[in-house]
């Protein structure tokens, strides 16, 4: 993420917050230029100082506006399902307008379940690392011996380069313990695999997954497998467990 965010960094958007009435009990406006579908970077702040994010576009007028920090990690998102209101994460106390001075395209791969089903390692925002597996079928399944817990499901995307995602915690400090969004691949996370972006419309999650080797269990795998296993990485007696080599 920070090196497009060196790319962009002359590149401005337009942020806007416009008070309005005097109807208290009225919800905020939110307001972003349209775009055509697919993803694209941005920028906001002003011309001097500004931050990068991304928007992706899908076909049927789903939005979602990622504005991150100075390290890259969202901060802000403005999320749009299909042609209804959007939605600030965390919400704006006021009416927001949101003018995009430049859009430029962004090539993104199309990911499946099967193509990030594997083993990950994440960091928490207090420093914790969880570990958790995603299966074929979609299932996100955090590892017996991760104090921070993540489990979940992921479906099928609407917005380009994403999957459905529906995220729970537990012992992971001030992360949600229940939220939505989505998983996100793009070519400036490497070396990280995906991002999991999601909000509970309050905070906002911002996850950089990275593939690991998964452990290898007696329990797992055939003696038979085991033992050519072993002999093939140590030469010598089994342990009960190794990292089993990457493909």
Request: some cysteine; proline content about 6%; glycine content about 10%.
């Amino acid at each position: 993420m920070n090196r497009f965010i060196q790319r962009w960094a002359p590149v401005a958007l337009s942020f806007t917050l416009a008070a309005c009435g005097n109807n208290d009990d009225a919800d905020p406006k939110i307001s972003v230029d349209n775009l055509n579908e697919g993803a694209y970077t941005v920028s906001t702040g002003n011309a001097d100082a500004p931050t990068v994010g991304r928007d992706l576009a899908a076909a049927d007028g789903s939005r979602l506006l990622v504005i991150g920090d100075d390290n890259g990690v969202a901060r802000n998102l403005y999320r749009r399902t299909g042609s209804g209101d959007w939605v600030a994460v965390p919400p704006v106390g006021q009416d927001t307008r949101i003018a995009l001075l430049r859009q430029d395209p962004l090539v993104v791969a199309t990911p499946t379940l099967a193509s990030v089903a594997g083993h990950y390692v994440t960091t928490s925002p207090s420093g914790g690392a969880a570990s958790f597996s995603i299966t074929t079928d979609g299932r996100i399944v955090a590892d017996a011996t991760s104090a921070c817990r993540l489990t979940g499901t992921l479906g099928t995307g609407i917005l380009p380069g994403t999957l459905k995602l529906e995220l729970a915690t537990s012992g992971c400090g001030e992360l949600p313990t229940s939220s939505t969004g989505v998983l996100s691949v793009d070519p400036d996370l490497a070396p990280a695999s995906f991002r999991l972006i999601a909000d509970d419309r309050s905070k906002v999650i911002d996850l950089r997954a990275f593939a690991e080797c998964p452990p290898v269990r007696v329990a797992d795998v055939g003696s038979a497998r085991l033992t050519r296993h072993f002999q093939a990485r140590t030469h010598g007696a089994a342990r009960e467990t190794r990292q089993h080599p990457c493909p």
